[in-house]
């Protein structure tokens, strides 16, 4: 079905059909959640009767993506027609230009929600981790070489730093999508009483929330990204920081003795697809002149495939994180580097009320001719400069619940 046939004679060849279809089934919940608004608004306006109305809210609850025929041109034709005779009625004062991007904002704020909420899960499990590892000094590095010792705890609590501003993202992203378009019509507005929009051009073609909701991934990968990098630098040989699980990690088709970081693989390499889409929505709607415009059906695919990922990455790194184990004594062997704690020694000759600069030079100088020999240990630096890393995971677990 298409809701145009009054204008055009005949049929459209089958391969402009192919490319006008719409691969929209993601959107027929939010959809039907659009046109039961928009019913009720008709209802108020006395253009549909309180029957009709009924009978609209009836027939939608029933409905379901499965429902699309081959024939249906998009989800609105689908719906339309799957209303029966009301259907007829329910369109007035309504274009799918401010239809679509109804039920778009509508989808939008539901993938914020999911996003936030598998944010959230892997941070529990990460913090898990943190809390059990509050005690555990590892080299913290600086252009991947080692610099001071921290603990494992206050390295992991690096990645819920950046989760929460992830978290954040999405939040302003939601909001950003929360304004109803219902009103605009084509581009106009609608001589009919039906609420009105603040400005009805920029509302069937504003696509900035669907902008916002796509950085937010990218912004998510970004970090998912470096967190893989590090679990994957981490399980090497060469590290051996930690040993996959078994529950996420996979083998090799050739050589038996390989465990492969698949997950942390993947986190990273879905950053550059994320980062693609986020670039390839900006690029469409850049030059796009007031109002709808047809390219603007580029938006969706992008964000129906970021909403995926995003899923499916977010759980299987939960899993990884949960079930791999850290190699204490690798990790604190590390740390046992002498060399680790040069810096702890010129601030302990600052103390003392030696200049920094000299401080410095006389340190870099004991470490350069071997003879450094530090007076701490690398448990004892990183308690002082850090604190109660214990402490640190019980706030950020009480921040995350608090929201």
């Known amino acids: 079905m298409t809701l145009w046939k009054g204008r055009v004679e005949g049929q459209l060849a089958p391969e402009v059909w192919e490319l006008v279809k719409a691969d929209d089934a993601e959107l027929f919940p939010y959809d039907c959640e659009g046109t039961r608004i928009h019913a009720r608004r008709l209802a108020d306006a006395g253009l549909l009767s309180a029957d009709e109305l009924a009978q609209v809210e009836a027939r939608l609850s029933e409905l379901d993506a499965s429902m699309i025929e081959e024939s249906d041109e998009d989800v609105h034709s689908a719906i339309e027609r799957l209303l029966g005779p009301v259907g007829r009625k329910i369109h007035a004062g309504r274009s799918r230009n401010d239809q679509v991007v109804t039920a778009f904002r509508l989808w939008t704020a539901d993938a914020c929600t999911e996003a936030k909420a598998g944010i959230e899960a892997l941070v529990g499990v990460v913090l898990d981790r943190a809390d059990e590892g509050a005690e555990t000094v590892m080299p913290g590095y600086t252009h991947l070489q080692r610099a001071q010792p921290v603990t494992l705890g206050h390295h992991l609590l690096a990645w819920v730093e950046m989760l929460d501003r992830d978290r954040d993202r999405f939040a302003l992203a939601a909001a950003h999508a929360e304004p109803s378009p219902l009103g605009a019509g084509a581009l106009a507005g609608t001589t009919l009483p039906l609420p009105k929009v603040r400005n009805s051009l920029d509302a069937v073609a504003d696509r900035d929330f669907a902008l916002d909701y796509l950085y937010a991934c990218a912004a998510l990968f970004v970090h998912l990204s470096r967190i893989g990098e590090e679990l994957a630098l981490w399980a090497t040989a060469e590290f051996g920081f930690v ?44 030059g796009l002149p007031l109002s709808y415009n047809s390219d ?45 704690l040069a810096t702890d020694a010129a601030e302990a000759l600052v103390a003392e009320g030696v200049p920094f600069r000299d401080a410095h030079e006389q340190v870099a100088g004991a470490v350069r001719d071997g003879v450094f020999d530090p007076d701490s240990t690398a448990a004892e630096s990183a308690s002082a400069r850090l604190g109660d890393v214990r402490a640190a995971v019980a706030a950020a677990r009480a921040r995350f619940q608090a929201t």
């Open 296 to 340: 603007l059906g580029e938006d969706k695919p992008a964000a129906f495939a970021a909403r995926r990922d995003v899923r499916r990455v977010l759980a299987a790194l939960a899993v990884l994180v949960r079930d791999l184990r850290f190699v204490d004594e690798r990790l604190e062997a590390a740390a046992a580097d002498p060399g680790l």
């Open 243 to 286: 040993t996959l699980p078994d529950s996420a990690a996979t083998g090799s088709s050739m050589m038996p003795q390989k465990l492969n970081p698949d997950v942390a693989e993947l986190a990273r390499g879905k950053a550059g697809t994320a980062i693609g889409r986020l670039t390839g929505l900006l690029s469409t709607v850049k």
